[in-house]
């Protein structure tokens, strides 16, 4: 304020706090300079000789008042996260690269790669299903982009014909999930342990069947409800594993 007595006390200039925000010396003086020029400005006056001085000096007793000697001069370990700011600037394009290839290789671009690979031995072109996973775009093309534009609306109707539309037999995942998941594998009775058919499933199966194949699985939810639906129908109807799905696996 003692910086402003030219203003003749019409707009005092009150020094930032330096701890409010991460501030070097350098910072702070020069934010305080630019707030009495601005001062100045809007004052329609001349910046008296000797007043940017007095800010600078007032800026660093208070810098020396009120801040801690590390934030000052520093822990001594500015070296260190140096080194560790260099390294990462330096394995940044790499990382960048690999994990665009990731998600180049998760994404169905990559889909052809699978041929790559060789199929069951013990499979064959049928394996039971009336179309085969190469076929089904084309034999049944609407139902596929459906299931491609709303996929956990084709996940819910899938799993609703895979049980002959009776949604009494509905439970949680079918069952196949349950048991003890993350913190409850290393420590009993931690979160989460899932026991299909005690959550009331059978009250209101749509709608538990709903939150399976959107979030209960969290983004692996319809992959979930996908793998879950597939298997029930090869225990139930004999079917055994497509040539693409073996590739796959």
């Known amino acids: 304020r003692k910086c402003c007595r030219w203003l003749n006390c019409v707009a005092p200039l009150a020094l930032p706090n330096p701890l409010n925000k991460s501030y070097n010396i350098s910072?702070?003086?020069?934010?305080?300079?630019?707030?009495?020029?601005?001062?100045?400005?809007?004052?329609?006056?001349?910046?008296?000789?000797?007043?940017?001085?007095e800010v600078q000096t007032t800026a660093q007793e208070t810098v020396q008042t009120l801040c801690p000697d590390c934030w000052i001069e520093g822990c001594g370990c500015d070296p260190c996260f140096n080194i560790c700011a260099d390294t990462l600037d330096c394995i940044n394009p790499s990382c960048e690269f690999f994990s665009s290839a990731i998600c180049c290789l998760g994404s169905p671009i990559a889909f052809p790669l699978i041929f790559c690979f060789d199929s069951d031995p013990h499979t064959n072109e049928s394996?039971?299903?009336?179309?085969?996973?190469?076929?089904?775009?084309?034999?049944?093309?609407?139902?596929?982009?459906?299931?491609?534009?709303?996929?956990?609306c084709g996940q819910w109707e899938v799993r609703r014909r895979a049980l002959d539309g009776d949604m009494s037999k509905y439970k949680l995942w079918q069952g196949y999930h349950d048991g003890p998941h993350c913190f409850a594998r290393r420590c009993p009775g931690a979160p989460i342990t899932i026991e299909s058919g005690s959550y009331g499933e059978q009250d209101c199966p749509h709608a538990f069947l709903c939150l399976e194949v959107m979030c209960l699985g969290g983004m692996c939810s319809p992959c979930c409800a996908f793998s879950v639906s597939r298997r029930l129908m090869k225990e139930e109807r004999g079917l055994s594993t497509d040539p693409t799905e073996a590739r796959q696996e």
């Open 27 to 53: 910072g702070y003086i020069d934010l305080c300079e630019s707030k009495a020029t601005i001062m100045a400005q809007q004052t329609d006056r001349n910046i008296p000789t000797g007043i940017l001085q």
């Open 127 to 152: 394996s039971g299903w009336a179309v085969s996973m190469l076929q089904a775009p084309a034999v049944r093309p609407l139902t596929c982009c459906a299931a491609t534009v709303c996929i956990p």
